[in-house]
């Protein structure tokens, strides 16, 4: 099971960015998926996540500006940022907790991208 995270770059701030994230392999299922950064100096922090409802949580800081979506079918999800600032220069890694199916059974697992730059100038 792989996520392949694609999209972010530079841009000055107040700028957009889009970023996305595929899961591919051999699953059943996708629970959460979410996005989380990574800052220079930082620990790794939540930035929002989506439920297979697609129920969404967001950190006050990104609130009103960035939008988390997913489509099931395709095993996607996405993050949309506008009005970026400085500090939201990290990078950012998708996540989502996989199903898979054994012979006893279906477990989940959690699995993360690569990890994409986004940084902001100002």
């Known amino acids: 099971v792989q996520l392949q995270a694609s999209g972010g770059g530079s841009v000055q701030t107040g700028g957009s960015l889009n970023l996305s994230c595929t899961v591919s392999?051999?699953?059943?299922?996708?629970?959460?998926m979410g996005w989380y950064r990574q800052a220079p100096g930082k620990q790794r922090e939540r930035v929002t996540t989506i439920t297979s409802g697609g129920v969404t949580n967001y950190i006050d800081a990104v609130k009103g500006r960035f939008t988390i979506s997913r489509d099931n079918a395709k095993n996607t999800v996405d993050l949309q940022m506008i009005s970026l600032k400085p500090e939201d220069t990290a990078v950012y890694y998708c996540?989502?907790?996989?199903?898979?199916?054994?012979?006893?059974?279906?477990?989940?697992?959690?699995?993360w991208g690569q990890g994409t730059q986004v940084t902001v100038s100002s």
């Open positions: 392999g051999s699953i059943v299922g996708i629970n959460g």
């Open positions: 996540y989502a907790e996989v199903l898979r199916s054994t012979g006893s059974g279906i477990y989940t697992a959690p699995k």
